[in-house]
T-cell receptor
Framework: GEDVEQSLFLSVREGDSSVINCTYT??????LYWYKQEPGAGLQLLTY?????DMKQDQRLTVLLNKKDKHLSLRIADTQTGDSAIYFC????????????FGTGTRLQVTL | SQTIHQWPATLVQPVGSPLSLECTVE??????LYWYRQAAGRGLQLLFY??????ISSEVPQNLSASRPQDRQFILSSKKLLLSDSGFYLC?????????????FGSGTQLSVL
C-alpha cells in the first residue's frame, strides 16, 4: 500500500523560511496536498499540487514536487508564530478523498 | 457558506462504556462524510466514509460503528469502549463528484478512555 513519510519535528526562528519535507512511495500519486492542523483543531487544506506540476506558489507558500525522487516539500517564507502547527502531507492516486493517504505530520515550532 | 459541527470537544469515558460522537454539516447537500482517528504521534487513519444516507464503508475492522441517519448527520458509536479507542476523532466532509476532492474538517473530539 501507499506510504507517506514526514519528519516529526521542525523548529525555526520567526522570520526565517521553513521547509517541511515529505516522501511517498506510490509513483502513481496524482494529487498531493498539504494540510495544517492548529492545536486542538481539525485540519485545514493549505494547498495542493497535481503530479504534472513541479512547483506551485501561493503567497508565502511554495510547494515543490520531485516526481523522480517522490519527494514533496512545503516552503513557508517569513515564518510567523501563527504558523506554528502540525503540517500533514497527503497523496491520492484518484483524487477521491476516501483514498487519501496522510503522512504522520510534522510539528512546526516557531521561536522568537 | 458551509460549516461542520462536531461534538463534544472532549470526552472522558470508562472502559466498557458506550460512545456516541455526532457530526453535522450545514450549507451543502449530499456531502461525502468521513470519520478519522488521529492517535498520538501518528497520522490520520480513515475509519468510515459515507456517500449517502445509510451507505457506510468501513476501512478497518474495529470496535466502532458509524451511522448516517440523515443526509448531513454522521454518528460514530461504540457499544463498549476499549483503552485503545483513545484518540482524537475528526469528522470531515467533501463535495461529491469532484475529481480533486478536498476535505473540510470539524474541530475534533479528544476521547480519553480510562
Amino acid at each position: 500500500g501507499e506510504d507517506v513519510e514526514q519528519s516529526l519535528f521542525l523548529s525555526v526562528r520567526e522570520g526565517d523560511s521553513s521547509v517541511i519535507n515529505c516522501t511517498y512511495t506510490d509513483s502513481s500519486s496524482t494529487y498531493l496536498y498539504w494540510y495544517k492542523q492548529e492545536p486542538g483543531a481539525g485540519l485545514q487544506l493549505l494547498t495542493y499540487i497535481f503530479s504534472n506540476m513541479d512547483m506551485k506558489q501561493d503567497q508565502r507558500l511554495t510547494v515543490l514536487l520531485n516526481k523522480k525522487d517522490k519527494h514533496l516539500s512545503l516552503r513557508i517564507a517569513d515564518t510567523q508564530t501563527g504558523d506554528s502547527a502540525i503540517y500533514f502531507c497527503a497523496e491520492s492516486i484518484t483524487g477521491t478523498a476516501s483514498k487519501l493517504t496522510f503522512g504522520t505530520g510534522t510539528r512546526l515550532q516557531v521561536t522568537l | 457558506s458551509q460549516t461542520i459541527h462536531q461534538w463534544p470537544a472532549t470526552l472522558v469515558q470508562p472502559v466498557g462504556s458506550p460512545l456516541s460522537l455526532e457530526c453535522t454539516v450545514e450549507g451543502t447537500s449530499n456531502p461525502n462524510l468521513y470519520w478519522y482517528r488521529q492517535a498520538a504521534g501518528r497520522g490520520l487513519q480513515l475509519l468510515f466514509y459515507s456517500i449517502g444516507i445509510d451507505q457506510i464503508s468501513s476501512e478497518v475492522p474495529q470496535n466502532l460503528s458509524a451511522s448516517r441517519p440523515q443526509d448531513r448527520q454522521f454518528i460514530l458509536s461504540s457499544k463498549k469502549l476499549l483503552l485503545s479507542d483513545s484518540g482524537f476523532y475528526l469528522c470531515a466532509w467533501s463535495v461529491q463528484g469532484r475529481a480533486n476532492e478536498k476535505l473540510f474538517f470539524g474541530s475534533g473530539t479528544q476521547l480519553s478512555v480510562l
